[in-house]
């Protein structure tokens, strides 16, 4: 398989300060990939990059065989490439299927209805829910919700970020089962994440992140397994 998303040397940061110091890292087409790390690796400000919210310093970074360095969020989603941010993004007081219809605001063709039907039918809580104000959702159900929204654009690959974050046990499950699902469809997929463990366990591909440096990279399995990766990150 080729690499959809490839960095190298990237290098980004805030005001003075390099966050991201010279990461290089190719994400095959079609796979899961996870960046994991300690709090303060940059991992965030890695997919902020990437997405355009942050301009290189150095190096670059090619998606699908273009160079995005430095494009607009806009030009980057026109690409191919979504981002589904950390926390909560969804617009409260409009309902679901309006947050759906949202997903396609850079759509002009005459297809929308019929793939946000098949969103839904994809997550039938999305159906069940579609008239329901999106921020009486679920911590869970808004996640699905956000993930079902950028499939709108049919990406080629999206960035989840945290997708985990502020969920029970039962429903973090949910999502990473619906990030499987999404991802045996064909679409690539690099999630930051601080549940590590289960993000090593679904991911084909994982980079350790500490310092905005690659401390090491691998399989899942194989970081999963790596004594030193369970020792510093993993909780031994």
């Known amino acids: 398989m080729t690499d959809i998303l490839e960095l190298m040397d990237y290098v980004t940061g805030y005001g003075e300060i390099d966050i991201i110091r010279g990461v290089s890292v190719g994400i095959k087409r079609h796979e899961i990939a ?14 902020k990059g990437i997405f355009g919210l942050l301009r290189a310093r150095h190096g670059s970074i090619r998606f699908d065989g273009s160079d995005i360095t430095n494009l607009a969020p806009s030009e980057v989603l026109r690409k191919g490439l979504s981002l589904v941010p950390q926390g909560r993004c969804n617009f409260p007081a409009m309902t679901v299927r309006e947050n759906l219809e949202m997903g396609a605001f850079i759509r002009n063709d005459g297809n929308v209805p019929g793939d946000i039907e098949r969103i839904m039918d994809k ?22 919700l956000e993930m079902g929204r950028a499939l709108l654009l049919h990406p080629k690959l999206i960035l989840l970020d945290e997708p985990s974050l502020g969920l029970a046990p039962k ?11 999404i991802n045996a ?23 350790v992140l500490e310092l905005g440096k690659k401390r090491f990279e691998g399989t899942g399995e194989e970081i ?12 031994g």
């Open 123 to 144: 997550f039938p809580v999305l159906r069940k829910k579609a008239n329901e104000m999106a921020g009486n959702l679920s911590g869970g159900e808004q996640q699905i």
């Open 224 to 235: 999963m397994h790596n004594e030193q990766v369970k020792r510093l990150y993993l909780g």
């Open 34 to 47: 996870c960046v994991i790390g300690p709090n303060g690796a940059g991992k965030s400000t890695l997919f």
């Open 185 to 207: 469809d064909g679409t690539t997929i690099l999630i930051v994440e601080q549940n590590a463990r289960r993000a090593l366990s679904i991911s084909h591909h994982a980079i």
């Open 171 to 181: 429903t973090t499950e949910l999502v990473f089962e619906k990030i499987s699902d």
